[in-house]
């Protein structure tokens, strides 16, 4: 797919890796829907030049009336949609034997049945179009799992399962559908860990680091750019998932 003047849609997309990608897709010439369950700040929005192809939609992807809304205003303001990233997601950390029913129900209901919420307004405008692509930002847990991390793993494993089935459904109508697993990377989830948990997580990479969120963002145009890969997941982890 050629991104020049296609619009993109990130959900999660006023911090952290949702808005490297958000900014990736704009570099590569597509007009970016941003989105955050509050209003985008400002100074978000300024990081966008060009105000022309720039649009900020607030909702929460796990109210499906509101993902539905958010479709809605994209298609309404730029008339088309055809590329939508599944980025918005949340954790409740906590060990399986005491986590409450509504802790574990929470990161369920925002990374995979928020994304579905999202995609599929999303996917009927994409099929009318008969062009399309869906990125869903999945994890490495969904992988190899983590420990306090039951919730989200069974979330993130799920986007999984959902990527490669619509991959199969939609495929006929030209709309591909792929998934990233990220690994550990430098956003605001990781600075808050403690340097001797950091220093013990980068000891269990084979490349010794964290990743950016450039370098998770850089896969995300890749696969939208790219028109013959579907039904894939790429993890982007530093060989986390090997080991």
């Excluded at 088309?80 to 209901?109: C, H, S, W």
């Excluded at 999945?138 to 983590?146: E, H, K, Q």
């Excluded at 986007?159 to 939609?170: H, Y």
Aim: glycine share 8%; net charge neutral.
């Amino acid at each position: 797919m050629d991104l020049q003047n296609k619009t993109v849609l990130v959900t999660g997309s006023t911090r952290g890796i949702g808005l490297a990608i958000a900014k990736a897709f704009y570099q590569a010439g597509c007009r970016v829907v941003l989105n955050g369950r509050k209003n985008v700040p400002e100074q978000v929005l300024a990081e966008f030049t060009d105000s022309q192809r720039v649009f900020a939609v607030t909702g929460d992807v796990a109210d499906a009336s509101e993902a539905q809304e958010m479709v809605a205003q994209a298609l309404a303001h730029f008339g088309q949609l055809d590329i939508l990233v599944n980025n918005a997601g949340i954790t409740r950390d906590m060990l399986a034997n005491r986590m409450t029913l509504e802790d574990f129900k929470a990161p369920i209901e925002t990374n995979l049945i928020g994304s579905f919420n999202v995609t599929q307004p999303a996917l009927k405008a994409m099929y009318r179009a008969r062009s399309g692509c869906i990125i869903n930002i999945s994890s490495v847990v969904a992988l190899i799992g983590n420990v306090g991390q039951v919730n989200y793993a069974a979330s993130k494993a799920g986007l999984i399962g959902m990527t490669k089935t619509i991959a199969r459904e939609a495929a006929r109508r030209n709309v591909r559908c792929n998934a990233i697993t990220p690994g550990m990377i430098e956003t605001d989830m990781v600075a808050v860990l403690s340097e001797k948990t950091q220093e013990k997580l980068k000891s269990e990479i084979p490349l010794g680091h964290f990743g950016q969120p450039d370098e998770v963002a850089q896969t995300a145009v890749f696969l939208a750019e790219n028109d013959y890969v579907t039904g894939q997941v790429i993890t982007v982890d530093g060989g986390l998932a090997m080991v």
